[in-house]
């Protein structure tokens, strides 16, 4: 698929994946810096709104506040729930609803184990593991990002959530045509779909 024309950087990208629109974002900004949306038309508040549990696992937070600023590896624009004020509370730190959703990547494991997962995840790495910085001299970004999902592509694919009717979809934020420099060339973006009800 395509992201949408012109929709660049990975920021606005995100918004739309969760909105359908980048509602008029277009940097890499955080939420405390770039204007959050006071729209409340976006997945997660249908989701909530239909009594459909959600939560997104983020590496490198630390789960005891809601994470609007950068912290180790962990970049809020890669990040799109925390630009609603409808799940930061007004851009609040403190907002139980964010905290209890926005939760640290390390949680994923006893989750899965656990069965504990909501009916839909939204898992985003940190910056080494999603190919976006170099932080090896000896590996590189690629293997760092493939070397990452070999770890936790096969503890989703054993879980009772994915066996249950579940679905993994490995996607990037954004794509770039042949000329990486040429911004107005939008995709196409990779995309892998795994689940037991896809079809080819």
């Known amino acids: 698929y395509y992201n949408p024309p012109g929709v660049h950087p990975s920021e606005p990208n995100y918004i739309w994946l969760e909105a359908g629109d980048n509602l008029g974002l277009t940097t890499d900004r955080g939420p405390s810096t770039s204007h959050s949306s006071s729209s409340t038309s976006h997945l997660v508040t249908y989701l909530n709104k239909a009594a459909i549990s959600w939560k997104t696992y983020q590496e490198d937070i630390s789960g005891k506040t809601c994470p609007l600023s950068n912290v180790g590896k962990y970049a809020p624009k890669h990040n799109p729930f925390i630009f609603f004020k409808d799940v930061t509370d007004n851009n609040s730190l403190n907002s139980a609803y964010c905290i209890a959703h926005v939760r640290p990547f390390t949680e994923l494991a006893g989750d899965l184990a656990n069965n504990k997962v909501a009916k839909y995840n939204f898992i985003t790495p940190n910056l080494c593991h999603d190919m976006h910085d170099t932080c090896s001299r000896r590996v590189s970004r690629q293997q760092t990002a493939d070397n990452w999902l070999k770890n936790i592509v096969p503890r ?35 995309m892998i779909v795994l689940s037991p009800l896809a079809k080819v």
């Open 156 to 190: 989703i694919l054993k879980s009772q959530a994915y066996k249950n009717g579940g679905a993994l979809f490995i996607t990037w934020d954004e794509g770039e045509g042949e000329d990486a420099a040429d911004k107005s060339i939008d995709g196409p973006i990779g």
